[in-house]
């Protein structure tokens, strides 16, 4: 089981996740490394597949790109919606003891306490780690 997940919105920074799953996955090799969009098969039930990685990782990955916080459906914000996909792999990933490391990229900055939800308000005192392009080799 993966050892390394890799918790992103695919509408904010699919690019970037896909490039650290690469760099990860050679560094690490491809099953040390989880991001749905690859190791999910097809046919596969999406979040009984993500519950069952999120319980044997060592390290949750969170990226935040620019419009993280802010994207919305319905005039509802994505991350209010219990439902929502990034917010129920960042619930697993606190509850579960093991480190949770944001990842900022596209020149994000971490999202304020007040700002999350209070099932996630922990993300926000995580110290984050900064990917940027030009940086990118020796980040």
Do not use: C
């Amino acid at each position: 089981m993966p050892g390394l997940f890799i918790s992103y919105r695919r509408d904010d920074q699919a690019g970037f996740a896909g490039r650290l799953a690469d760099a990860l996955e050679s560094a690490f090799g491809a099953d040390n490394v989880f991001r749905d969009i690859e190791d999910i098969r097809p046919g596969d039930d999406f979040v009984v597949a993500l519950h069952k990685q999120l319980q044997g990782i060592d390290l949750m990955l969170v990226m935040i790109g620019p419009a993280w916080l802010t994207l919305s459906r319905n005039g509802v914000r994505r991350l209010d919606e219990a439902e929502d996909y990034v917010r129920q792999e960042i619930e697993a990933g606190l509850a579960s003891g093991k480190p949770v490391l944001p990842v900022l990229v596209g020149g994000a900055t971490m999202p304020e306490e007040r700002d999350l939800p209070p099932s996630i308000r922990a993300l926000a005192r995580r110290q984050a780690f900064v990917l940027s392009d030009p940086g990118w080799p020796s980040d």
